[in-house]
């Protein structure tokens, strides 16, 4: 049997071509209203057909916030279904973004739900939470592996909470962050161009030169825009590793809409900055 194309190596093919940048698709209550769009499963539907139709032929990545879908329910969740599938089939690479978490049969089924190719909700990767024991994620480890997809598993995120757990020493001298992305770099071995098995860094961190961030995978991170990082901070946090990051923009780019040209032109010019920083790095 011939396995699927890994995702490292659709991923680092999609931001050598189309530029390292990920757009979330994120339809919260208040960017609904900026767009003069009603909260409700109409509005929802919009916001997200307009950002798939304007960004998903020429951006790298789409990554779905599926938090926002599922508060609308059934109806919610399918316009993440019908998103997702029409993103990927205009060659967007879609990272969806549940940060599922859990032990045996339930992280089995979770994985079954994103990572099984004929699944509705099939997606390129899947963010998930190792806080369980990153052993916990072995289910969703082997199912992507088997189709083809990818994981980016939280290590150094963002928001300030997570220090307390990421920060963390363990008994043999290492952050649990660290551990994280030893794991990872484990799951990357001897993978190339790119790993399967990326890391969520957040891009506002400051100065991570502690972490061996070259974990032979790809780095994906928010915090560009809204959150106060830019584009040329990422050679400083990232260093050596800034190469296979996967900058996530989304309020810096969705405050342009509803409108699609401006909602291209504001990608545009983020991948066109990302890309001048990485070179420049």
């Given at each position: 049997m011939t396995l699927p194309e890994p995702f490292g190596a659709r991923?680092?093919?999609a931001m050598d071509e189309r530029?390292?940048?990920?757009?979330?698709?994120?339809?919260?209550?208040s960017l609904l209203a900026e767009w003069g769009l009603d909260d409700d499963i109409a509005g929802l539907e919009r916001f997200s057909r307009t950002v798939v139709e304007a960004l998903a032929d020429r951006v790298a990545v789409l990554k779905p916030q599926s938090a926002f879908f599922e508060r609308f329910?059934?109806?919610?969740?399918?316009?993440?279904?019908?998103s997702v599938q029409e993103a990927r089939a205009a060659g967007a690479l879609?990272?969806?973004?549940a940060k599922r978490g859990d032990i045996g049969s339930t992280m089995a089924a979770y994985a079954?739900?994103?990572?099984?190719?004929d699944a509705p909700l099939f997606s390129d990767a899947l963010t998930v939470s190792p806080y369980l024991g990153y052993g916990s994620l072995s289910p969703a480890v082997a199912l992507a592996r088997e189709s083809g997809a990818g994981l980016f598993v939280l290590a150094l995120t963002s928001n300030p909470e997570g220090g307390e757990v990421q920060h963390a020493v363990r008994a043999d001298g290492r952050t649990v962050g660290a551990t994280m992305l030893a794991h990872l770099a484990a799951e990357n071995a001897g993978e190339e161009p790119l790993g399967s098995f990326g890391a969520v860094v957040g891009a506002t961190l400051g100065d991570l030169s502690s972490y061996d961030l070259d974990m032979g995978g790809p780095l994906l991170a928010p915090g560009i825009g809204a959150?106060?990082?830019t584009p040329?901070?990422?050679?400083?946090v990232f260093g050596a590793a800034v190469r296979n990051v996967v900058p996530n923009v989304s309020r810096g780019v969705l405050r342009h809409?509803?409108?699609?040209?401006?909602l291209r032109g504001a990608a545009e010019r983020f991948a066109t900055q990302i890309r001048e920083a990485v070179t420049a790095g």
């Open positions: 991923l680092r093919r530029g390292p940048l990920c757009v979330g698709i994120d339809p919260h209550a329910g059934s109806r919610g969740l399918a316009v993440l279904e019908k879609v990272v969806t973004d079954e739900a994103f990572l099984r190719p959150q106060g990082a040329a901070d990422l050679p400083r809409g509803p409108d699609a040209q401006a």
